[in-house]
């Protein structure tokens, strides 16, 4: 099976930097994506990495080590609109078109 | 405009009726999807279709079922037999290579 972890809540404030942690558990995968999830909306996705290292797409970028089963989402310049959720979520080799997701964390931009 | 629809947003059932979700999508994706998402939960997959008169069993499918008639098209039955349907259910699809998946509005079910 696959399992994630990640964090419940990261509280954080307009402007600053804020990156949020994933590890997982799989045997084995072919990538790992985020995606960003308002209050009582849809998810939306935000990035994918299928290999190690560092994608950027304007304020945010993501992350992928698979030696230490690690990713991470980082958020820039922080904006009032990016409080929501944020799910880390695999993509395994059993069932191949499917995601397994982490159970979100909740991100609080203060002024 | 490209999209997957969802309807109702809201919907209230009885305990012990079957109730059927509706999800219709444009994009011509062949793999559909569908999550239930309980609160401060992640998404967690019920049944998903590759193709068209094809679909299979997700982590949570007991007490659920789907039908895979059209490309478009994916409903979902939630039935009696499921102890716990009040959820938010969300649709979603995805194209090759299965990289990125689009959801829909969503569907907020309450069983009274």
């Known amino acids: 099976g696959q399992s994630l972890e990640q964090p419940s809540e990261v509280t954080a404030v307009e402007g600053a930097i804020v990156q949020i942690n994933c590890t997982y558990q799989?045997?084995?995968?072919?990538?790992l994506s985020w995606y960003q999830q308002h209050d009582g909306g849809a998810p939306t996705f935000l990035s994918y990495n299928g290999l190690d290292g560092l994608e950027e797409t304007g304020r945010f970028s993501s992350f992928l080590s698979r030696s230490d089963s690690y990713g991470y989402l980082l958020l820039q310049e922080l904006q009032m609109k990016d409080s929501a959720s944020y799910f880390c979520a695999v993509r395994g080799w059993s069932g191949y078109s499917t995601l397994t997701f982490g159970k979100g964390t909740m991100l609080l931009v203060s002024p | 405009d490209g999209g997957i629809t969802q309807s109702p947003k809201y919907l209230f059932r009885k305990e012990g009726q079957n109730v059927t979700l509706s999800c219709e999508q444009n994009l011509n994706h062949d793999a559909m999807y569908w999550y239930r998402q309980d609160p401060g939960q992640g998404l967690r997959l019920i049944y998903y279709s590759q193709i068209v008169n094809d679909f299979q069993k997700g982590d949570i499918a007991e007490g659920y079922s789907v039908s895979r008639e059209k490309k478009e098209s994916f409903p979902l039955t939630v039935t009696s037999a499921q102890k716990n349907p009040t959820a938010f259910y969300l649709c979603?699809?995805?194209?090759?290579?299965?990289?990125?998946?689009?959801f829909g509005p969503g569907t907020r079910l309450t069983v009274l």
């Open positions: 799989t045997s084995g995968f072919y990538g």
């Open positions: 979603a699809s995805s194209p090759p290579p299965y990289n990125e998946q689009f």
